[in-house]
Structure formats: C-alpha cells, structure tokens
C-alpha cells in the first residue's frame, strides 16, 4: 500500500492514525470483484454436475476446477483490499480487520494450490482410480492434508465472515450483506454434512454470492467524509 503524499488534490483521512478508505477502484472495481470471486465458487460446483461430483479426470473436471482456481485467486486479492475499503477505528477492529485479511489470503492460497494439484492429478492420470492415488501421496505429506484439503482450505469463509460484518459495524456496508455472508456459509457448512451434492450447498453458495455482490456494490461507493473533531476558539 503506498501511503506517500501525492501532489494531487488531498484525500480525506479520519483522524484515528489509520488512512481512510481510498475510493480509487483499481484495475477491477470491488463491485465485479466481490461479485465474480463467489460467482465463479457456485460455477466450478455447477460443472461438476455432470460427473457428479466424483474424482474423475476430463473435460467437466478440468472446466470446473480451471474455474474454481480463477475463484479462489480472486478470493486472495479481495483480502487483499479489507484494509483499503475499510477504515478501522479501534484496536479491536483493526485486530479484526487484519485477522480476516490474513485468513482470507492464506485461506485461498491453500486453495490456489490445492487446485493447482487437482488440475495437474487430472491432466497426468487415465482415470478416476489413478487420480485418487495421486491425492493420496500428496496427502501422505505431514500436515498437507489438514493445511490444503481441510482446515486451512475452509478458513476462507470464516474470515469473509469477519470482515462482512466488520464492514457493517463500521457502516460500510448494511447489516443485510453481512447476514448473507454469515448465512451462506452455515448452509454450505451443513449441507456439506449431508454430502457435497445435496441441494443446500448450492443454496449457501447462492447465498454467500449474493451477500458478497451486495457488500462489494456498498464498499465501492466513496466513503462518507470524516467529520472533523478539532474547533476553533468561537467553539464553531
């Protein structure tokens, strides 16, 4: 983050010794970023109806974790962009804000190469049976199975979660973005109980989708001015 003066006009900054949110967009606004990183998770799941769902090598399975990792680096640069949306006030939001930005990434991160093996899996195996076997050796090595299939892989979530009602404590974003976010979650959580298949976790990615397109719409609106706190002598 460049924090040197810049000749140009001044840019507002709320006197709390952390820089106000910069409304500059960037190459790809908050509004597409937020709303594409979660569209392309429900995507890589729809291209895996055909197969349903199983470890087997080819197009639908090439296609869909091909889109999956398209998502998941999306995933890293929006937790890239927590600290420039949102402006943390105390030292529990700016606790807050860099726990979820550091999970976010190194969350998708995990993701980001859990993808890259699958996709590798799927262009050097014949079938499903030899694909399997090849995720297997990968997670034969210590700690790999927790940090890139699970756990580490899931944590993501959680830290979208923080940082969706986060931005709504510090009124960047309204409740409602971050009651989806939080929702969608829940139901992919527990329609994962019943099976990566069933209907709910769709219905959670629809739904973490729609929270996330709402929050990144708010967050790419200028933030409100800082209201200035010093007076002068007449106390006006």
């Not at 091909?66 to 949102?86: E, H, K, N």
């Not at 050796?137 to 986060?166: H, M, N, R, S, T």
């Not at 959670?204 to 708010?218: F, P, Q, S, Y």
Request: charged letters at 15%; aromatic letters at 6%; a positive charge.
């Amino acid at each position: 983050m460049n924090l040197t003066s810049s000749t140009g006009p001044a840019r507002t900054r709320i006197d709390t010794g952390v820089p106000a949110a910069d409304s500059a967009p960037g190459p790809l606004s908050d509004r597409v970023l937020f709303a594409a990183a979660p569209a392309l998770f429900l995507g890589g799941w729809l291209l895996m109806r055909p197969i349903d769902g199983q470890s087997e090598p080819g197009g639908w399975w090439t296609a869909a974790h091909a889109v999956w990792l398209a998502g998941f680096v999306l995933f890293a640069v929006m937790g890239l962009r927590f600290g420039r949306i949102v402006g943390a006030r105390t030292t529990g939001q700016r606790i807050a804000l860099t726990a979820s930005a550091v999970i976010v990434v190194v969350s998708s991160l995990a993701n980001i190469v859990q993808l890259v093996i699958d996709l590798v899996g799927g262009f050097t195996s014949a079938n499903s049976a030899e694909l399997k076997n090849a995720f297997s050796e990968v997670k034969d090595i210590p700690g790999a199975e927790a940090l890139i299939y699970g756990v580490g892989a899931q944590l993501v979530f959680v830290g979208l979660i923080v940082f969706a009602v986060l931005a709504a404590v510090v009124r960047r974003a309204t409740p409602g973005s971050a009651a989806l976010v939080t929702a969608g979650t829940v139901v992919m959580a527990v329609g994962m109980g019943f099976g990566r298949n069933h209907w709910t976790v769709p219905l959670g990615m629809v739904c973490l989708l729609a929270g996330l397109a709402l929050l990144g719409r708010e967050a790419d609106r200028p933030a409100a001015p800082a209201h200035r706190t010093d007076r002068g002598p007449s106390g006006a």
